[in-house]
């Protein structure tokens, strides 16, 4: 039996997962991290910490296994999170994190400046706060020390592939998203670098996710038993390697991952500049090039996790969550607006907070809660819409990430977008995904064919027609909130 090893480099967690020839997940192991918030908005990480927990991880995952049965190892992660290596391929300072907000007063004045240039204007649309253009252009201006002494730099991800193999690369993900590619071209832009004025030896190369990029490096073999020629390809972002794993590439279908941040990938026949959401290229070989179009909610999962965590100090997540009675979902009148760290794709505005609206003294702390996870429900429906995307297009949508697994949310969302909604067996994540790419990269097996018998509905939500009348009022009310947050900032 042939095994394949996925890495996934989370926000706040290394996974990573073992899985066979069948695409069946035999083991998984993960160690948490925490990130360094120096000022607010700040969020930084040490890259060996990742490293660190990866070894860790591994030692684990490999126990009571044939290492000599590992054929090849991806790698996926976090997009965006910039590290910057100097000339010994040693990080230079902490890496730059893609929900870092150091640079929102930067980010206007430059998408003016990128909108004036003639090829790649395009990427005035995507370019936030956490892109690696951004953070580079905060550190080549704030800690020009440290920009001079970086002699490459790279997304998340790609520094484990290259501690393992000792080799630096990105793909095609990584590169269309950080907002220094030519989307039309899929290279890096002479037009951004010469704004910028970076030094072009600064990038990677870029090669497709399921490209063989080196071997595992003889003190990791050794440590972990492997062969000499464990293979360990590109990798991709995190969001591409769930679409893998989902079947979106494969089947063409929306898929909504509720984690950290909530993303609605679809994947696209070319490229769209005219509706809202980040175009991404992905290419397993190189060669052909496919699009996810991706928008964003940034605060889904932390948005719950600060209100059952934080405020009502608890980690009960499944007893706050429950309900015994779904009939009366969106009868309550209060609405949770849920943009706690600013907006990527609906509004573009780095500096919009959340809210509740309508708390009286008969407000209960279940009430709260629900509010919560509708608020979530309304922003998924907002960037559908904006995405240009109609209830046909989202109808049976599939939904994977943590927040698949509360079946009130599930309910709650099949009402909320008045389509059907597919809860994804657990196990269909980034770090499975990018072990069917690692898969995928043997010339005798096709990921497409593992993907038919791997992917698996485990319950279907329909929506019902009194909770959707709710919830089509309520979202009438909640679109109306951003105007009202205009202007409440008016000085």
Request: charged share 25%.
């Amino acid at each position: 039996m042939k095994y394949y090893i996925g890495i996934d480099i989370g926000t706040s967690s290394v996974k990573v997962t073992l899985m066979d020839e069948d695409g069946k997940i035999k083991k998984e192991a993960s160690r948490e991290y925490t990130i360094d918030e120096p000022k607010p908005g700040w969020k930084e990480i040490d890259p060996e910490i990742w490293m660190r927990g990866t070894d860790e991880a591994m030692e684990q995952l490999l126990e009571g296994c044939d290492p000599q049965e590992v054929e090849a190892i991806g790698v996926t992660g976090q997009m965006h999170t910039v590290v910057f290596l100097d000339e010994n391929g040693v990080s230079i300072r902490p890496a730059l994190m893609w929900n870092d907000t150091r640079t929102k007063d930067m980010v206007s004045n430059l998408k003016e400046k990128i909108r004036c240039l003639t090829r790649a204007s395009h990427v005035a649309n995507i370019i936030s706060t956490g892109s690696p253009a951004v953070n580079l252009l905060w550190l080549k201006e704030n800690e020009p020390d440290s920009f001079h002494k970086m002699k490459k730099f790279l997304i998340g991800p790609d520094y484990i592939v290259y501690r393992l193999t000792g080799t630096m690369q990105t793909d095609y993900c990584e590169a269309s998203t950080s907002s220094l590619c030519d989307l039309t071209t899929g290279t890096w832009s002479p037009e951004i670098r010469h704004l910028l004025d970076f030094p072009e030896d600064i990038y990677p190369e870029i090669k497709g996710a399921a490209v063989t990029s080196g071997t595992v490096l003889e003190e990791w073999s050794r440590k972990y038993g492997f062969r000499e020629d464990v293979r360990v390809i590109t990798g991709t972002g995190d969001n591409p390697a769930a679409a893998i794993a989902t079947g979106c590439f494969a089947k063409k279908y929306p898929v909504l991952s509720l984690g950290t941040s909530g993303v609605l990938m679809v994947p696209k026949e070319e490229i769209d500049f005219h509706a809202k959401g980040k175009n991404i290229l992905f290419s397993m070989d190189g060669k052909e090039i496919s699009i996810l179009v991706q928008g964003v909610i940034q605060s889904t999962g932390s948005s719950l996790g600060w209100w059952i965590q934080r405020i009502l100090e608890t980690d009960d997540f499944a007893g706050e969550t429950g309900q015994d009675d779904l009939d009366h979902l969106g009868e309550s009148s209060l609405i949770f607006y849920p943009h706690l760290t600013g907006d990527k794709t609906i509004y573009g505005d780095p500096n919009l907070r959340g809210a509740f609206w309508g708390i009286g003294t008969d407000t209960t702390r279940k009430e709260m809660t629900l509010a919560v996870m509708e608020g979530i429900c309304l922003a998924a429906r907002q960037l559908a819409e904006v995405m240009c995307l109609t209830r046909d297009d989202l109808d049976g949508l599939k939904v994977t990430g943590g927040g698949s697994k509360n079946e009130v949310w599930m309910q709650m969302l099949a009402d909320v977008l008045g389509v059907r909604v597919q809860q994804l067996e657990s196990g269909a994540g980034a770090g499975y995904g990018i072990a069917l790419a690692a898969a995928g990269s043997r010339e005798e097996i096709s990921m497409e064919q593992i993907i038919d018998h791997t992917v698996k509905i485990r319950k279907t939500f329909s929506p019902r027609p009194y909770n959707m009348g709710l919830y089509d009022k309520k979202y009438k009310k909640y679109k109306k909130m951003y105007q009202c947050y205009q202007e409440m900032m008016k000085e």
